[in-house]
């Protein structure tokens, strides 16, 4: 089973669509702040939450209902607001902020980890900038010391738009 969390409009195919709201084919209405989520244990192989979880009250929380969801080694993608990007502050309704290193606080090796036992091995993150800096999104994204470069010294001059994150579930 897949689960696209914040679905919205965005209906995916072959996924439990879950959203706050029930819209046109909306699988489950939920609100995401509630815990524990509507589901058991170890039920998804593949979650996906596209610019929703920067609207939750919490980073840490929705998180570990993730893993709490998720099979061993399902994947998750997540896509957010980056920060500093106006897309992160220009939305009233976002409560969250996240940046490049937010997800390492849930990696096993991380030294910070101790804030959650959820546990996630980072896969992939991808820097995403508006129309007229793919080039540079490119560049930044095709070479590990350029985005770390980036994300420690350019970002608040350059800010991009958005991270994506895949993430596997360590259990």
């Known amino acids: 089973m897949k689960l696209?969390?914040?679905?919205?409009?965005?209906i995916k195919k072959s996924y439990i669509n879950l959203d706050i709201v029930k819209l046109k084919n909306v699988d489950v209405v939920w609100d995401l702040?509630?815990?524990?989520w509507p589901f058991k244990n170890d039920t998804f192989k593949e979650v996906f939450a596209d610019n929703v979880l920067e609207h939750l009250d919490s980073i840490v929380k929705p998180l570990e209902e993730i893993y709490r969801i998720s099979k061993k080694k399902?994947?998750?993608?997540?896509i957010v607001p980056f920060s500093p990007s106006v897309w992160s502050f220009a939305d009233p309704t976002h409560k969250q902020f996240y940046t490049y290193f937010t997800f390492n606080y849930?990696?096993?090796?991380?030294?910070l980890n101790y804030y959650s036992p959820a546990r996630f091995v980072i896969l992939k993150r991808k820097i995403i900038f508006n129309k007229y800096f793919k080039l540079f999104e490119l560049f930044i994204n095709s070479?590990?010391?350029f985005k770390k470069i980036y994300v420690i010294f350019l970002y608040f001059l350059i800010p991009a738009n958005f991270l994506?994150?895949?993430l596997e579930v360590i259990k």
């Open 106 to 111: 849930f990696r096993t090796n991380d030294a």
């Open 4 to 10: 696209n969390i914040g679905s919205g409009n965005k």
């Open 33 to 36: 702040n509630k815990y524990p």
């Open 164 to 166: 994506e994150v895949e």
């Open 74 to 78: 399902a994947k998750i993608k997540i």
């Open 143 to 145: 070479i590990s010391l």
